[in-house]
């Protein structure tokens, strides 16, 4: 099983959809979560981090659920630029240092 | 500030040939990684640096090398190039490591063919 897990999609949704991705991870120790943006051909970026209370950026809320080991990134209004790649991030200490793992990302494509 | 910058962007090398990704960041940070990407596959770890003078391996540090002389630069070593190590390379940092919440700052990557 993958430490941390992503459905690839690609979630095809029109504009102004709502979409949810979920990302789940195998380590119960993990303390830290975040959702990261890759757009095509380049790096990485932190979109939002993730509380275990939730929290909500404009049109984008995140949630964590400590008990079932996921996380959820929720999209609302989409927008054309909101096509891209999101990554599920999970840190936590392994072996002494803070280890840091990716999920293998969820592709959104917007659809004029 | 410029943040992370890589260089070369993109690079072609023979099997058996010798290179270095540079890697540079301007925040001082103490925390810098290199992670490789392929497809359908998350980034993986290949090394990293706590602070000047010391680093550590990562979950796939095979046919790399690393050192870290300064807080800024962290350059990355191929010893012998293979076509396994055909991938994207992405240079991170990021502030405190005890900090939870800390931003990782990725460079634009390498694109980096084995022939």
């Known amino acids: 099983r993958k430490e941390v897990e992503q459905d690839p999609g690609p979630f095809n949704v029109p504009e102004g959809a709502t979409v949810a991705f979920n990302c789940t991870y195998s380590?119960?120790?993990?303390?830290?979560f975040f959702w990261y943006r890759q757009d095509c051909r380049k790096e990485p970026k932190l979109l939002m981090s993730?509380?275990?209370s939730g929290n909500e950026d404009g049109r984008f809320t995140a949630q964590l659920n400590r008990a079932s080991q996921y996380i959820s990134l929720l999209i609302r209004d989409s927008k054309l630029s909101d096509s891209a790649t999101y990554l599920c991030v999970v840190r936590g200490y392994s072996g002494g240092y803070q280890k840091v793992t990716f999920g293998t990302g969820t592709k959104l494509q917007v659809i004029p | 500030n410029a943040g992370v910058t890589q260089t070369p962007k993109f690079q072609v090398l023979k099997t058996g040939q010798s290179m270095t990704l540079q890697c540079a960041q301007d925040m001082n940070h103490e925390y810098m990684s290199w992670y490789r990407q392929d497809p359908g596959m998350g980034l993986r770890l290949i090394h990293y640096?706590?602070?000047?003078?010391?680093?550590d391996q990562g979950e796939v540090p095979n046919g790399y090398n690393v050192s870290r002389s300064t807080t800024e630069d962290f350059p990355l070593r191929l010893l012998s190039a293979a076509p396994s190590q055909t991938s994207v390379y992405f240079c991170?940092?990021?502030?405190?490591?005890?900090?939870?919440?800390?931003?990782?700052?990725f460079g634009p990557g390498t694109r980096l063919t084995v022939l």
């Open positions: 991170a940092s990021r502030g405190p490591g005890q900090t939870l919440y800390n931003e990782q700052f």
């Open positions: 993730v509380y275990s």
């Open positions: 380590n119960s120790a993990s303390q830290s």
């Open positions: 640096s706590v602070g000047a003078g010391i680093t």
